[in-house]
């Protein structure tokens, strides 16, 4: 890469700990070529930040701007998460038109791409993650810049059906053909971005692949996300020497999620009441469901956050005694290691998505397992995760009597059987991790056609000119 990697998302790390895959993957990208990694601080103002505040500059430089509180109610918890969120994982129920959100999303990507052209040099690459920043390349094209600009959506592509819940759906399409590339997780997600142009007169498909948008070519590629192998699985090994002791019970499943409509929550814990009804006698595991609520200004999780009390309130009424609890209902967040060595300890993982761009805690359950003796991933095969690791348990998690019959068949299953589902799975955990996500998003972009349809600049013209 000639220039400097440029990296955008909505939050930018600001503090020590706390690193996810994508923090992991994205701080080795920019460790490695050196750049910017620009989002917006935590902390919201009354107004909105139209500077860059330098964070720190080893051993990339992080640049933040702040949003107004306005800005985090109609573009952040609004357009961001009352509309795209629920449009991207198949609610569009859930979707809340608002004209404030729509004005706020643009206002605010019209202000960061400002904030982004005045920094970047001809020969940066810009790298744009997830649906918060759907038009910024629009917005960036329009401030005069015509570098290499790449997206990854972390999050389901959106049907074209439910696209045309959009006050104005004809806006999508064009809003990602001002990217070079446009990386998805799954093939499956690739499949719907092609049908969208497909089903658009402005688009055409080259024979190279490409789709051409009026007077720009863009290429819409997978390229599934990964997690840290080596130091999840380092976390694993070291604590196992820490016995869990009271943290977990003898023999236990485990759920990790944000508490989200779209994580399936509700379904899992009905699921683990019906196997209680039918377990072999004697039997007594428990599911310990870790789920610190997130977005709780939104309604629709207000709403998830009472139902699963009420689920989990019914379900332990009916089976616990008094020296066992059958569902552990945990709101809080748990330090990385800890998480590794939970996993590591339990027999089975529940990941029951109704939909879910990846799913990194499907990954990590599979990294942190002892390969002698591993435990059991029961995965939707809705997540994105299930096109990889096809040798998991997978689950329709509409289905309570699939997904109950999928713990019972994994808290019984013989060793020879975990042993072959196990190493089919880490070996396509390994195969993509995080680094190596990167690196074939970077090398992609860095070799897909220009932004213009004709080389020799047809940006010139103004849009339609030639059509
Ligand atoms: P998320 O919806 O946040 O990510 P996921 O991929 O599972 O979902 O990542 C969650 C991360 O947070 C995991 O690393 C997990 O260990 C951690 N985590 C969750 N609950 C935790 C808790 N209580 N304590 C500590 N850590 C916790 C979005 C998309 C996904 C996509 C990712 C990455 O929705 O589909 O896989 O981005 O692209």
Redesign the pocket.
């Known amino acids: 890469m000639a220039g400097r990697l440029i990296v955008v998302s909505n939050r930018i790390p600001t503090g020590e700990g706390?690193a996810?895959?994508?923090i992991v993957a994205l701080h080795d990208a920019l460790a490695g070529t050196g750049g910017v990694w620009i989002g917006a601080l935590p902390d919201a103002a009354d107004a909105p930040g139209e500077t860059l505040q330098a964070l720190s500059e080893e051993p990339y430089s992080r640049l933040g701007y702040t949003l107004s509180q306005e800005e985090m109610e109609n573009f952040y918890l609004g357009f961001s998460n009352s509309v795209l969120w629920p449009l991207c994982h198949r609610r569009p129920d859930l979707v809340e038109l608002r004209l404030e959100y729509d004005a706020s999303y643009r206002s605010v990507n019209r202000r960061v791409a400002r904030l982004i052209a005045g920094i970047a040099d001809p020969d940066d690459t810009i790298w744009v993650h997830?649906y918060h920043f759907f038009p910024l390349a629009a917005e960036l094209r329009a401030c005069g810049l015509h570098n290499r600009i790449g997206f990854f959506l972390?999050?389901?592509f959106p049907s074209l059906g439910d696209l045309s819940v959009l006050a104005q759906p004809e806006d999508f399409a064009d809003w990602l053909a001002h990217y070079n590339l446009v990386g998805l997780?799954t093939q499956a997600d690739v499949a719907r971005a092609l049908e969208m142009f497909r089903a658009d007169p402005r688009a055409e498909f080259m024979m190279d692949g490409t789709v051409k948008f009026r007077d720009r070519i863009t290429s819409v590629r997978s390229f599934p996300?990964g997690?840290d192998v080596e130091s999840f699985q380092r976390d694993a090994a070291a604590e196992e020497e820490r016995p869990l002791g009271r943290e977990a019970p003898e023999t236990y499943l485990i759920g990790?999620?944000?508490l989200?409509y779209?994580?399936g929550i509700p379904n899992r814990f009905l699921a683990f009441g019906r196997y209680l009804e039918t377990r072999p006698h004697g039997e007594r595991p428990c599911l310990l469901q870790?789920?610190?609520p997130s977005r709780e200004k939104v309604q629709a999780y207000h709403d998830i956050t009472r139902e699963l009390e009420e689920i989990a309130g019914h379900l332990n009424g009916a089976f616990a005694e008094l020296d066992w609890t059958p569902l552990r209902y945990?709101h809080?967040?748990?330090?990385?290691h800890r998480?590794a060595r939970l996993f590591r300890g339990a027999r089975g993982c529940l990941v029951t998505?109704y939909a879910?761009?990846?799913?990194?805690?499907?990954k990590?359950y599979v990294a942190a397992q002892d390969p002698a003796d591993p435990g059991v991933l029961i995965l939707s095969r809705l997540?994105?995760?299930a096109e990889e690791l096809s040798d998991a348990l997978l689950v329709n998690p509409y289905d309570i009597d699939d997904i109950a019959n999928a713990i019972e068949q994994a808290l019984s299953m013989p060793l020879p059987e975990r042993q072959r589902r196990h190493a089919s799975c880490l070996a396509k955990v390994k195969a993509n991790d995080a680094a190596s996500w990167a690196r074939a998003f970077l090398n992609v972009l860095s070799v897909v056609p220009g932004t213009l349809a004709w080389p020799g600049g047809i940006d010139q013209f103004a849009d339609g000119e030639l059509l």
């Open positions: 706390g996810g895959g994508l997830d972390h999050i389901p997780q996300i997690i990790v999620d944000r989200d779209s994580k870790i789920a610190p945990i809080r967040n748990v330090p990385r998480l998505s879910d761009g990846m799913n990194l805690v499907a990590e997540a994105g995760a």
